[in-house]
């Protein structure tokens, strides 16, 4: 939360900003608002910003704010067979779900 502090007293409209996975370590209620509030307060600071979260909710932004784009990493899936394309697509994920159990086995995490 330090860094997050810092990054918003200090961000300008010449600053490059990349924040991964923002609110992580709270719920998933607090996490959203913290992401949510955060995204606001750099949009109105006019800097270039990088987000990447999962929470999905804040895809809704790209609709409130016309400078937002929203982009998701492509995957492949068949069955429960998960493969990461390693393509950069526009617009939302259209997998509201999420990875998490499908990466934790293709991590080779035991059952």
Known sequence: MKETAYITQN???H??????????GTSHEDG??????VCEHLL?????????????QLAQLESMYPCVK???L????????????????EGRSQHQKGYGIALA???G???
């Open 70 to 72: 929203n982009l998701h």
């Open 109 to 111: 995490l035991p059952q």
């Open 74 to 89: 492509e995957v492949a899936t068949k069955g429960s067979n998960l493969t990461p394309m390693y393509n950069i697509e």
């Open 11 to 13: 961000a300008t409209a």
């Open 44 to 56: 109105s600071r006019k800097c270039f910003t990088l987000f990447t979260t999962h929470y999905h």
């Open 15 to 24: 600053s490059l900003v990349i924040m991964d996975e923002l609110g992580r």
């Open 32 to 37: 959203v608002g913290i992401a949510w509030a």
């Open 105 to 107: 086995e293709l991590s």
